[in-house]
């Protein structure tokens, strides 16, 4: 099969675009045929060694996929051959990853993929509505009621957070570009500030403070200093982004609201939790509440310079798939 793939840790330019052997599936692996898969910023880190995981090489990179089932284990009878199916946690914990015509893919880490629902589509959240709900519910534990506050709200994480929150009855304020704002809005947010306003810590002071249960910042600047002045008695801030990031702690105001810092990656989730986020991710898709902004499709073989576009962070608001089929010659041709 064709591949992108490398075979050791390094830069973009360490991706190759080749023959590799096809994948014969365990006992308890189904065989997939990849439709598409796509680009996260965390398989970035994975290809560089910032997050450190078991791998073999060479290793097939990415992390999510939605294609049709090729063949399943004589056990198995969630699936069956021809059914669509998606997955956002491959290509890591001695995984390989989905960036392949073809990938086994453990039963217990797949999805159908829900009657009606476009499958690009799909594919293109399910990785962002993974870490979205993981950070609002299995961390954060958020309730009906409650205020979250979404730092970059206008990106593809924020912008799940956002649905995700207002559909579980909490209020939203959340920060954007004045470009986004308006998007924002749309996904149900109650306030949305300019992160660029000059005067925003002024204002967030004026009408949130005490009042934030949760803080979620999917930019990555994590300004812990301006958030604990805005928390609510036992309000907890989740840090999910900003891998470089190291932020001054006012201590004894945090301590003395009985706050929490929760920190996760979505690549230590437990089978569980993935399905748990799985079925809130189907039914929002399903619903068209959870959607991307902007999907643009790009062949296989242009896997490194996709990743090269992530790092100069061009694809910010947009998902980029990659499409095995769209290397392979036209009949025409």
């Known amino acids: 099969m064709r591949a992108a793939y490398i075979e050791h840790l ?8 080749g023959d590799l052997s096809a994948p ?34 060479p290793h097939v990179i990415s992390r999510d996929l939605v294609g049709t089932v090729a063949a399943v284990p004589p056990a198995e009878t ?35 993929v829900p009657a009606g629902t476009d499958p690009e589509q799909l594919v293109a959240v399910v990785h ?51 470009a986004d704002a308006g998007h924002v809005r749309s996904l149900g947010a109650a306030v949305v500030h300019d992160y660029r306003d000059p005067e925003l810590a002024e204002k967030l002071a004026r009408t949130e403070s005490d ?47 009985d706050a929490a810092i929760l ?17 809130a991710i189907n039914r929002l898709a399903a619903a068209g509440r959870l959607r991307p902004r902007a999907v643009e499709r790009a062949p296989l073989s242009t896997a490194a310079d996709a990743h090269r576009r992530m790092e100069k962070r061009e694809l910010s608001g947009r998902r980029l798939l990659l499409r095995p089929d769209l290397d392979r010659p036209t009949e025409s041709s």
């Not at 199916?85 to 990853?97: C, D, K, P």
């Not at 990106?155 to 939203?172: K, L, Q, W």
């Not at 803080?215 to 928390?231: K, R, S």
């Not at 920190?263 to 079925?279: D, Q, Y």
């Open 78 to 112: 969630r699936f069956a051959v021809g059914d669509l199916v998606w997955s956002n946690s491959l290509g890591h914990g001695g995984r390989q990853g989905p960036a392949a015509e073809q990938a086994a893919v453990p039963a217990d880490r797949l999805y159908p």
């Open 24 to 57: 014969v599936p365990g006992p308890t692996d189904v065989l997939v045929d990849v439709i598409a898969t796509t680009v996260n910023p965390v398989d970035t880190f994975v290809r560089s060694g910032v997050f450190r995981t078991p791998l073999s090489f």
């Open 263 to 279: 920190g996760f990656v979505i690549s230590h989730a437990t089978t569980a939790e993935l399905a748990a986020a799985s079925v």
């Open 128 to 178: 962002p509505g993974g870490t979205a709900y993981l950070a609002l519910f299995t961390h954060a534990r958020v309730l009906p009621g409650e205020t979250v506050f979404v730092a970059g709200a206008g990106g593809n994480v924020g912008s799940a957070a956002v649905v995700m929150a207002v559909e579980a009855g909490a209020r939203v304020v959340a920060t954007a570009s004045a």
């Open 211 to 257: 009042r934030i249960d949760v803080w979620l910042d999917c930019f990555g600047a994590n300004d812990l200093a301006a958030a604990v002045p805005l928390l609510a008695p036992r309000g907890r801030i989740v840090l999910l982004a900003g891998v470089a990031a190291r932020p001054e702690l006012p201590v004894g105001p945090f301590y003395m609201k």
């Open 10 to 17: 390094g830069t973009p330019d360490d991706i190759r675009y």
